[in-house]
């Protein structure tokens, strides 16, 4: 169900205004309107639709939790937000990692290891986004909107990162593109993928291929940083072309592969905002996920980072001294503190990781690769390595 955003509301004045709707948009909406505040989400008039989304996320156990909290999980079938009696093939639980180096350094990750379920999951957008529309519609805290009421007490930006309203307030978004694209395709695999993600760093690019269809599927989404004019050029290539490119690099580690549709592509950047928040004579502001910050998507952090955003900021919220406005400047600081390190630390690190595989002193090869096989075989920092990126940022190294 895709609603239309032309639902009126009560008349009362909104509480937040929420600029964006997309998955963070929507997530915090739900998230406020479970709080009983009211929220105005703002969804500009759609688009004339082009090709079908290929996009899939890696979301980790806080995000997960977090959607399974507003009944927006993919994998839940709509009826209990606490469990997954059976995943359906929008949602693949991994079940092991690999990391392939350029000179033969590895990495291997397994839930088993970590007595988990699962490591991460991958979620088809598309499911995600209707499963997310679908709870804003029965949700009666949200008015959908194509335009913004003039005030509230606080509007949060959610517009991704070229949002008209950030650049409106004069907020400086500092940004630093990387000589890369983002290419992105589906795929059909001759052997089945097992629930493993697997990750290549050569040549200076970095491949990805991210388990689709259920536990039991054969189809996988590519995710490829590679140069900007060489992601171009594959874009007016034949898809098989494309997709013998693909199974060359990663070894042919799942058979023949073949493209499911036209493959797609953005341009990388590590940005950030210089600030989160602000006062207005309309309200207060916040800034959260692409609006916010962008780091390169080799870690598979960047939803994640900016769910946990919008988490931290509907829980400063919730906890605020009962005469504390939403808006209140003093309240929303807590939340730019809370946020701010964890994500420059988390583009820093992909930054570092990007800038270490860049091609270059063959002695940097030889100890990085040296490095990640090291890595893998010292038990206690691998685990602590795994659950940073599974979201159980509180285990210690």
Known sequence: MNPSPSRSGSGRRPDVIVRGAGIVGQTLALLLARDRLKVALVKPPRATPGTP??????????????????????????????HDAELTPSVTPVTAMEVHGDHGGTLHF??????????????????????????????????????????????????????????????????????????????????????????????????????????QGNSVALV??????????????????????????????????????????????????????????????????????????????????????????????HEREYWRSVGDLKLLRRYERARQADVQSMGWLTDTLFGLFQPGDSRLQTLRNWGMSGVDRLGPLKHWLVRQAMGRASANP
């Open 224 to 317: 490829w940083s590679l140069e900007t004019a060489q992601a171009d050029r594959w874009l007016n290539e034949p898809p098989q072309a494309l997709a013998t490119a693909v199974q060359e690099r990663c070894g042919h580690a799942l058979g023949a592969m073949t493209l499911q549709g036209p493959a797609q592509a953005w341009p990388l950047e590590l940005a950030r905002a210089r600030r989160w928040i602000a006062a207005t004579d309309r309200g207060g502001v916040a800034l959260a996920g692409d609006a916010a910050h962008a780091m390169h998507p080799l870690a598979g952090q960047g939803l994640n980072v900016g769910l946990g955003d919008v988490g931290e900021l509907a829980r400063v919220l």
């Open 53 to 82: 989304d290929v996009r899939a996320y890696a979301i980790n156990s806080d995000a997960r939790a977090l959607l399974q909290s507003v009944r927006a999980w993919p994998g839940d079938g709509g009826l209990n937000p606490g």
């Open 110 to 215: 397994s839930a088993a290891q970590q007595g988990t379920e699962a490591l991460t999951w991958i979620v088809d957008v598309p499911a995600l986004e209707q499963r997310l529309a679908h709870a804003v519609h029965f949700q009666a805290g949200i008015e959908l909107l194509e335009e913004a009421p003039a005030q509230a007490p606080l509007t949060v930006i959610c517009e991704g990162r070229r949002s008209q309203t950030r650049q409106e307030l004069g907020i400086d978004y500092d940004t630093r593109p990387y000589p890369h694209k983002a290419l992105a395709a589906r795929l059909d695999c001759e052997q089945p993928h097992g629930g493993v993600a697997r990750q290549w760093f050569s040549q200076g690019e970095i491949m990805a291929l991210l388990p689709l269809g259920g536990a």
